[in-house]
């Protein structure tokens, strides 16, 4: 499920972290990840931002699942540009970077075309200098990740102040999230990790399946997972899914609304502190060399 990483590696790119931490940020840098596919990460990804946006920080949510980017087709956007011509170098982070609903910024992925670790070096250099000019006007840049293991994927994690691993209470999907807790901390992420379970169909059953990962992870990793929050499985998101309308918006009154907007409150009590370790995509790119 994904590259491993040998020791000699992980301490170059630990050297290289360091080296990019110099320089001070007050942004906040959320990268929200999964396991799998089919756990919701891209919608709670939009939803969360827009939630943080409403508590009055300058979000943007960059959509780098480069292979299947679907962010902008939950919000109704059709976007000119995407991160393909920032690969490419005829366009600009500002010049990608769109307005979207809720009153957050936006940075489409683009669908079918390959991996960072695919690319050539002068494209992933230039990819991620032009992003890292987007924490000069933003609070909190929140990274929707591809799905799974991979360097290419969780090297975004490995560079973010947290990471929300989202979840499912089905088997698989808890195996997976276990499985990108102990490769992240392998790979020696320093950021906090959290995780998120969605589509739960209680409370309880929410606590249940954080508790279940979270008590192997530090039986088995000696690590202490942190509860990132969960969202109830609620009809109201599927409504807005078909409707392509962030469910915070659509049904702002719904459970679903109101478990994101929890997460979100907690979000921002720390905004103002975050780690300094350097800007995000500054310190990613010693990740992938």
């Given amino acids: 499920m994904g590259a491993s990483v ?12 360091r080296l990019l931490a110099r320089r001070r940020r007050k942004v906040r840098r959320l990268a929200i990840v999964s396991g799998k596919g089919g756990v ?22 960059v959509d780098l699942d480069m292979g299947l980017a ?26 990608i970077c769109m307005d979207a609903p809720g009153g957050i910024r936006f940075v ?15 494209e992933r250099e230039n990819l991620l200098s032009q992003l890292a000019q987007l924490d000069r006007s933003t609070d909190m840049v929140i990274c929707d990740c591809g799905a799974g293991i ?11 102040d ?9 088997p698989t999907a808890m195996t997976d999230a276990y499985a ?15 995780l998120f379970v969605n589509m739960a169909d209680s409370r309880a059953a929410a606590i249940a399946t954080f ?13 202490s997972v942190a509860n990132g929050g969960y969202m109830l499985h609620d009809s109201s998101v599927e409504r807005a899914v078909l409707a392509r309308c962030p469910f915070v918006l659509h049904d702002p009154g719904s459970n679903a609304s109101a478990c994101i907007a929890a997460v979100a409150a907690s979000l921002t009590k720390s905004v103002a502190k975050p780690q300094s370790r350097g800007g995000l995509f500054q310190r990613v790119a010693g990740l992938f060399v």
């Fill in 108 to 122: 489409p992925g683009a669908s079918g075309t390959e991996g960072l670790a695919s690319l050539s070096e002068f």
């Fill in 40 to 61: 919701g990460k891209s919608n709670i990804a939009v939803n969360l931002a827009i939630s943080v946006a409403q508590r009055g920080q300058r979000v943007v949510l």
């Fill in 180 to 194: 990108t807790i102990k490769t992240l901390r392998r790979l020696g992420c320093e950021g906090r990790i959290s």
């Fill in 70 to 95: 679907n962010a902008d087709l939950l919000m109704r956007l059709q976007p000119r540009y995407t991160l393909a011509h920032l690969v490419r170098g005829v366009r600009s982070a500002e010049e």
């Fill in 162 to 170: 947290d990471t929300f691993i989202v979840t499912t209470p089905q």
């Fill in 211 to 223: 508790e279940r990962i979270a008590k192997v992870a530090q039986k088995f990793l000696n690590y």
């Fill in 150 to 160: 991979s360097e290419s994927v969780l090297g975004f994690a490995l560079g973010a």
């Fill in 6 to 17: 040998q020791p000699g590696r992980r301490r170059d790119q630990a050297d290289r972290l």
